[in-house]
């Protein structure tokens, strides 16, 4: 499933195709382009073959090209959906030109769409420099999944392939990322972490100038 909507709870149950989304006006639509990620997160749902088999989020016939998107796109109208949401059952800038493309097609179409990004923070590891200026003009929100307040439990939880240097280019790329786009947000999910490491990743965002959301944890 590429393009889809959220319905209730966050879950395979709460996945749908935008195409049995029926009347899409006012609603966030969800772009799923890969599966490819450079972290291997202890909480991932691509970490189970059930899920890897049963999930409608696994691009079972590889990723989509950026035509296939286009056309999926073509039969719908977004003037009145709420926002775009890239975000994927993997990183999405792992296919960051693709993903440019198609923001750049669909704003020649809808010049107002608001476009945000669901991202692991790690896209200047994964491309080897600072693609943050290809954010601009693109991208209203970078929402980045920040998971722990310290480099070795995040290095724990998330078992990033780049090692203990993720937690801190991360923060890199979150200040980096401010320059370029006018809502920056690093988010933790509120039970899996205790008030005290909550309390210090709101530290980390204030020192960095963004903002802090904790996400309510779905079971
Ligand atoms: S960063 Fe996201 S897609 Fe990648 S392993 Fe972690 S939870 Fe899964």
Redesign the pocket.
Known sequence: MVIYTVTGKVGQAGYLDIANSGDISGKNIYVNMT?R?????V?????TKKMREGNTLWLKGGEPSVNAVMEIFDRYDLNRINELVFC????PLERLQDVCNVIDQLHAKYPNLKVRLN??G?ANLIHGKDITPELEGRFDTVSI?LNAPNAEEFLAL???KFGIQSFDALKKFASLAKRHVPNVVLTVVEKVMSDEKIELCRQICTELGVTLRVRPFEE
């Open positions: 599966n990620c450079p972290c291997s997160c909480f991932c749902l691509r970490q994927g059952y993997g990183e991202t692991n790690l999944s998330t078992r990033s």
